[in-house]
C-alpha cells in the first residue's frame, strides 16, 4: 500500500520540474544538430588523418600478440567509468545509489561529447542528479567539488609537465613556438583557476553566492531569482559541510579523481602498444600533456580538435606511419563512439522518465 510522499520529496519534485524549465535544462543544449556535428567533425577528421597516413600493406605488420591489449584498454575504459561512478557517490554521502551513479557518469560524457566546451556536460548531470532526488543546491556543488579535485589534479600535472620537459620533449617541437606558448598558458590558466575555485569552495563560500546574486538579476532570469537565491544559500551550506568533512575525505576523493584521469592518459597509451612497441614513458608524458590540451578544444566533444592534437603529440613516437590513423581510429571508437552508444541509452532513461516517477513514493 503506498504512501503519499512528504515535504522532502514533494521539493525535489518541484526541484526536477523547475530545472528542466530553466534556460540551461539539458533539452536546450543536446540536440541532433550537436550530435551530428560532433560525429561529423570527427569522422572527418578521422578520414583526414587515416588518408594523410596510408602506407599499403600496413596491416601485415600488426603483430597478433599485441592485439589483446586492445581488450586491456576497453576495460580501461569501463574502469574509469566505474571510478568516476565511484566518485560521485562517494561526494553525495551514497545518497546516489551504484547503478544510478553509473547512469549519471554516462549521461555526463554523453553530455560532453556532443555539446560545445563551453557548454559541457555539467547541465546535464545537474539534471540528471535531480532526476535521482538530489537537491539542485546539493547537485551544483557536487559538481564544483568534483571541478575542484580535478584542478588538484591539475596541479600535480602541471609540475610534472614543466620538470620532465627539462629532460624529455612532453611537447612535441613539431607545435612549434605558438603551440608551445599555448601550452604554457593552459597550463598557468589551469593554476589560477584552481586557485581561485579553490578559494570560493574551502576559503569563502559565501563568494559563490554573491556570484550568484548578480547574474540572476538580469532581467531574462528574473522568474529563476527567488529559487536561485534559496539554492545559492544550499549551496554555501553544501559547501560549509564539505568543509568540515576529515581530511580523509578529500584524500579519498582526490585518490578516486587521480585513478580516473590515470585510466585517461593510459588508454592511448595501451592502444598505440597494442599495435606495436614505442617508448612508453614518454608515451605517457605525451598523453597527458596532450589530454591537458584537449580542454581548450571547443568544438563539441573536441570533436575535429582531439583527433588533430592525437596526430601532433603521438605521430612522432610511432615508428610506422601507417598505424598512426588506426591507432586514432582505435582510440576514438573506445573513448568516444562506445560512449556515445551508452550515453545515449542513459540520457533517454532520464529524458523519457516523468517526473512523478524519478522519486519513489
Known sequence: MSTSPDSTELEQRSVAREFAELPGAPY??????????????????????????????????????????LFLAVAVSLLRVAVAAARIRFLSDKQIGRMASIRLVLSWDFASAVTPSTIGGAPAATYAMTREGVSLGKSAIIILYGVLL???????????????????????????????????????GLIVYGVLLAYGLLVNPSAIKSIVHVVF?????????AKAYAEAENIEEYSNQLNGRPFAFLMKAFFLTVLSWLCRIALPVIVILSLLPAQEFLLILRSLS???????????????????????????????????????????IISYYISIGLGIMAMMWYLNRPVKESFPH
Open 290 to 332: 596532450m589530454h591537458l590540451a584537449f580542454l581548450v578544444v571547443p568544438t563539441p566533444g573536441g570533436s575535429g580538435g582531439v583527433e588533430g592534437l592525437f596526430y601532433l603529440f603521438m605521430e612522432p613516437l610511432i615508428s610506422r606511419e601507417g598505424f598512426v590513423g588506426l591507432a586514432v581510429f582505435l582510440w576514438r
Open 150 to 188: 580535478d584542478q588538484m589534479w591539475y596541479a600535480i600535472a602541471v609540475p610534472i609537465l614543466l620538470i620532465s620537459g627539462v629532460y624529455f620533449a612532453v611537447v612535441p617541437p613539431e607545435i612549434g613556438l605558438v603551440g608551445q606558448a599555448t601550452m604554457i598558458l593552459i597550463y598557468l
Open 217 to 225: 538579476k538580469l532581467p531574462l532570469l528574473k522568474r529563476f531569482r
Open 28 to 69: 536546450s543544449f543536446i540536440s541532433w544538430k550537436y550530435l551530428v556535428i560532433s560525429i561529423t567533425l570527427s569522422l572527418a577528421s578521422l578520414a583526414a588523418v587515416i588518408a594523410f597516413t596510408y602506407t599499403p600493406g600496413v596491416l601485415e605488420h600488426l603483430k597478433p600478440k599485441r592485439l589483446p591489449g
